[in-house]
């Protein structure tokens, strides 16, 4: 079973618009990381924010803020005021927690978004 | 601000040469990672190292690959015998002790003709 489930390829926003990347994924493990991570086309990841699975608030940074729905197991990504610079490829990931030893992130495929002008 | 830097970045190599990557982790970090990409595909994590050994691996990391830290600063991936199925992209991260998020370099660019 795929542990990161990134429902959406594509996606289409119009400049200054909010978007919503989707992203569920699938662990027994009760302690977690949920992160989303920024691949424009020159193929850097750039690291956008991180919720931990007993974080009692969604997490913001800036424009970017994840829904957090633990009950559905969904971290979706909200991007508001879209800008031109956003487009890109986003990718969520998550870390399991219950072996101290493991640090692997774990991906899913990616959502491709482009932002219209 | 700090960030973590990849050499080179673009490595083209012949089936069977060696070939190794190098990466500068953020200075006060204490955790390196090794991810790869193939083009077109989801990020796949390669190998963990903490205290100098590695801490964890994929089972895409076999008696291939070997990873080092020759001294305080460089993080190395070593490919013995490289295969045309190694082409990718692979990514140096790290993050700091007691935090989680991983940051990553900009990659190096591998293509085995």
């Known amino acids: 079973a795929q542990k990161i489930t990134q429902t959406q390829p594509g996606m289409f926003v119009q400049e200054k618009e909010a978007v919503t990347l989707d992203c569920t994924y699938d662990t027994s493990d009760p302690s977690y990381g949920l992160f989303w991570y920024k691949q424009p086309s020159s193929g850097e990841m750039i690291f956008l924010i991180y919720?931990?699975?007993?974080?009692?608030q969604n997490a913001t940074e800036g424009r970017y803020s994840l829904n957090f729905q633990k009950a559905r197991k969904s971290a979706n990504l909200v991007i508001s005021a879209s800008q031109l610079g956003d487009s890109a490829m986003y990718f969520c990931?998550?870390?399991?927690?219950?072996?101290?030893?493991?640090?692997?992130?774990?991906f899913g495929s990616g959502t491709r978004l482009q932002v219209q002008p | 601000e700090p960030e973590v830097t990849q050499t080179p970045s673009h490595q083209v190599t012949q089936m069977g040469q060696e070939v190794i990557l190098r990466c500068v982790p953020i200075?006060?970090?204490?955790?390196f990672y090794w991810y790869r990409q193939i083009l077109g595909q989801k990020v796949e994590f390669l190998v963990s190292f903490y205290n100098n050994e590695i801490s964890e691996k994929s089972e895409i990391f076999d008696d291939q690959f070997s990873v080092e830290r020759p001294d305080g600063s460089n993080f190395t991936l070593k490919i013995r015998s490289t295969k045309l199925e190694d082409s990718a992209m692979y990514f140096c991260?790290?993050?700091?002790?007691?935090?989680?998020?991983?940051?990553f370099g900009p990659g190096t660019r591998l293509t085995v003709t």
């Open positions: 991260a790290s993050s700091a002790l007691g935090f989680y998020e991983q940051y």
């Open positions: 200075s006060n970090h204490l955790y």
């Open positions: 990931a998550m870390r399991e927690f219950m072996d101290t030893g493991r640090r692997a992130l774990t």
């Open positions: 919720q931990g699975s007993y974080d009692q």
